[in-house]
């Protein structure tokens, strides 16, 4: 007698479930996001979209461990083996359209809206993996060669969409794994790090195109609607907040600082006392620096939420992260405490509808501001003495204890950025360190200093005394 439905285990629901989803077709649209991003890529041909995460091993690893662990993710998410395409019949028009987006006669959101771009997941794909002899190799030649790897080019209508490398030295050894944005987010990456420390046990989770099927039902349902119409409301007059105009592949350069300990400390003990949160902090007090710098009171900063909508969700690997804007009008407050209270309404609100695509689907203010915080102080970091190895002429992220033995996170960070300006603020154990990021055209070096020691200046102003007067 044939078993039902209801009599299966949750596994086998699941099994039955993934040879349904193998029977279908591997084609089908792709998040809104990667709408964008994937027009993007095609009219500007820079490598401001590739993500890496490089790590450099205190000891001597595996490479078929690395290969075999990392060969495994690839297996077990359909994102890193995705390719994108618009539709042979549909390839005139959209050209056509892109042509008249570069005129100015279409905006974006409007080519977005159309969703022409399709995925295309592939049953399988072998992971391109190069061991890399570094013994002989001076600092500044690995340096180079991870800078080459980190700008290498994707064609996104085919395989592959990530790499991974292993450069083999005499006493350590470092990894880097490169992967376009439309595979994975910041979120998705350090699953993939996961991974690769602790291989999952259990069967896949669902996958980036069950995201993307349902949030293009959800789209039309009527709570997407409301939600547009806040956002509408929300961002109607907002005045654009432009620096001069520059593109993708103009150079860019950072400038970095670090916020020290007791600074940190005093930053939690705010949070607590004003039940506030430190993404909060940061946003305010680069709303300050940048207003009182351009004399605007009213004007919106962009950032990315995570947009996981559903639990379910939480252990799958794609692009799922949304761009959202947080306007304000420092003209409606007098104290970094009422500034604290209406940033903590504004998030709150724009959190309760990130899964509307309002960058990629509706007409917003131009804002050339963006904000990036990562927390990462719930990393196991290494207590006591730190390992160390010969520098590398890399920024370090810090040394963690991981079942594979300690190894050290390491930023290559090529001379590209996807914004005209952004500030990224790391969160770690007991520091946090700080990027004032600029394209070259759009600022200074001397200028992007003042912007770096001001937004320090008010971020210490506004812990010292919340009750004060914005200056």
């Known amino acids: 007698m044939k078993p039902s439905v209801q009599s299966l285990s949750r596994e086998q629901k699941r099994a039955m ?6 029977q279908k077709s591997a084609v089908g649209k792709t998040a809104f996001i ?3 991003l994937i027009l993007d890529c095609m009219m500007y ?7 890496r995460s490089t790590i450099r091993f205190f000891h001597k690893i595996d490479p078929e461990l690395l290969r075999t662990r990392m060969q495994r993710a690839v297996d077990r998410h359909p994102a890193l083996r995705t390719t994108y395409a618009v539709p042979r019949e549909r390839e005139v028009d959209f050209y056509a359209k892109m042509l008249t987006i570069r005129l100015d006669a279409l905006k974006l959101w409007e080519l977005n809206l159309e969703a022409q771009v399709e995925q295309r997941v592939h049953p399988s794909h072998t992971l391109e993996f190069q061991v890399v002899d570094a013994r002989e190799w001076t600092a500044d030649q ?20 990530c790499r991974l490398r292993l450069y083999q030295r005499w006493h350590d050894d470092v990894m880097q794994f490169d992967v376009h944005h439309c595979a994975a987010d910041l979120w998705s990456l350090e699953l993939i790090m996961a991974e690769l420390e602790e291989p999952p046990e259990g069967p896949p989770p669902p996958s980036f195109s069950e995201f993307c099927a349902w949030q293009h039902a959800w789209f039309a349902l009527p709570r997407a609607q409301e939600m547009r119409e806040w956002w509408s409301r929300e961002l109607r007059g907002c005045p654009d907040l432009a620096f001069p105009h520059s593109e993708g592949d103009d150079l860019a350069d950072f400038v970095a600082f670090r916020l020290d300990s007791d600074l ?5 003990q705010v949070c607590r006392t004003y039940r506030t949160t430190m993404f909060n902090l940061i946003l305010s007090a680069l709303q300050v620096t940048m207003g009182r710098s351009l004399g605007l009171d009213d004007f919106a900063v962009g950032g990315a939420v995570a947009n996981r909508p559903h639990q379910r969700f939480e252990r799958t690997v794609g692009f799922f992260a949304q761009l959202v804007l947080y ?4 003209g409606e407050v007098a104290t970094w ?32 501001v963006w904000i990036m915080f990562q927390q990462y102080q719930k990393a196991r970091w290494v207590e006591g003495e730190v390992p160390r190895g010969e520098p590398l002429g890399l920024r370090s992220g810090g040394v963690v204890n991981s079942p594979l033995g300690p190894w050290e996170f390491l930023f290559v960070e090529p001379p590209f950025l996807s914004s005209p300006v952004m500030l990224e603020i790391i969160e770690q154990k007991d520091r946090m360190q700080g990027l004032f990021r600029y394209r070259k055209p759009c600022l200074s070096r001397s200028r992007a200093e003042f912007y770096a020691a001001d937004f320090q200046a008010r971020l210490r102003a506004s812990l010292a005394n919340p009750d004060r007067a914005i200056d």
């Open 17 to 22: 479930l993934a040879r349904m989803l193998e």
């Open 34 to 36: 990667l709408q964008g």
């Open 45 to 51: 041909a820079t490598p401001i979209w590739n993500m």
């Open 142 to 161: 690995l340096r180079g060669r991870l800078l080459a790897d980190a700008v290498q080019g994707y064609d996104l209508t085919r395989l592959p969409v």
């Open 264 to 268: 940190l400390a005093r930053a939690r």
């Open 327 to 330: 306007r304000r009008n420092l």
């Open 337 to 368: 405490e009422q500034l604290w209270a209406n940033n903590r309404t504004t998030i709150g609100e724009v959190l309760k509808r990130q899964f509307l695509p309002v960058t990629t689907t509706m007409p917003t203010p131009r804002t050339d």
